[in-house]
C-alpha cells in the first residue's frame, strides 16, 4: 500500500552514518524530511546531498531534522561522502541510512518497478511532529530535486498547522495568506481585527499572521 498524505510515517530501524537510527525516536517532537537516493556515486545524488548539507542551518531554524536513505552499503557512504565535501563544498552534516535489504524502500513504495526493480525514485516525506505525512514528492531518477521548494512548503505547512490560514499559488514566507472557508467573518473579524482584502466571499486575502 502507497504512503498516502496523513498516514502515520512507518517506524523503522537502519544503521547510518551517524548510528543507529530508530525512525520515530530520532523525530520524537521535531519535524522530519526523509528523502531517498537511487545509487551512492551518483551525479545528481552528489549535488542533492551537497545542497542539503548547505541548508541544515534552514532546516535547523525550522525545527526539521533531514535523514537521506540509499539502499548501498554503509561503507560505501564513507567515501561516497568525500567525493560531496570535495565537489560540493559542503560536508555530509545529517544522517545517511544504510538501507541495503530495500526494506524501508519498500516501506514507503520508493521503488517503482515500472521505472527500476531495485533502485527508488528520488522521494520526498516531510513529517509532522505527530509523526503524520504531510507531504509527499517524487521524482524520476534523473530529476534533481529542488529543497528551496521543500523549505518552502514547510513554512506553508508550520504556518497553516498554527493558523486557520491556507497559502496561495506560489506563495513565500512573509506573503500574504488566505482565511480558510471554516472561519466565518465574524470569527476573522476576532482574529484579524485590521480586517482583510475580500476578493469572493471564499477569497479572503490578509497579512502573514506572527508568532
Not at 4 to 10: C, K, S
Not at 64 to 80: N, R
Not at 127 to 137: A, F, M, T, W
Not at 187 to 200: R, S
Request: with cysteine; glycine share 8%; charged share 25%.
Amino acid at each position: 500500500m502507497a504512503i498516502l498524505i496523513g498516514d502515520t510515517a512507518p517506524d523503522f530501524t537502519l544503521e547510518s552514518t551517524e548510528g543507529t537510527i530508530h525512525f520515530h525516536d530520532y523525530i520524537e517532537g521535531s519535524w522530519a524530511v526523509l528523502f531517498s537516493h537511487p545509487k551512492n556515486f551518483t551525479p545528481v545524488c552528489t549535488t542533492e546531498l551537497g545542497y542539503t548539507a548547505k541548508l541544515k542551518p534552514e532546516f535547523e531554524k525550522r525545527g526539521v531534522k533531514v535523514l537521506g536513505l540509499s539502499v548501498d552499503k554503509l561503507e560505501d557512504h564513507g567515501g561516497w561522502a568525500k567525493d560531496i565535501e570535495e565537489t560540493q563544498g559542503a560536508a555530509l552534516n545529517f544522517p545517511l541510512l544504510a538501507d541495503t535489504e530495500g526494506k524501508v524502500a519498500r516501506l514507503y513504495d520508493m521503488i517503482h518497478p515500472n521505472a527500476d526493480n531495485t533502485l527508488t525514485v528520488r522521494s520526498v516525506f516531510v513529517v509532522g511532529p505527530d509523526k503524520k505525512v504531510k507531504l509527499k514528492i517524487e521524482y524520476p531518477a534523473s530529476t534533481g530535486r529542488n529543497f528551496d521548494e521543500v523549505l518552502r512548503v514547510i513554512d506553508s505547512l508550520q504556518l497553516t498547522a498554527k493558523h486557520q490560514v491556507a497559502t496561495p499559488v506560489n506563495w513565500k514566507s512573509g506573503e500574504d495568506v488566505i482565511i480558510v472557508p471554516a472561519v466565518s467573518n465574524e470569527q476573522a473579524k476576532t482574529k484579524y481585527p485590521e480586517g482583510w482584502k475580500e476578493l469572493k466571499p471564499y477569497l479572503r486575502i490578509v497579512p502573514q499572521p506572527r508568532g
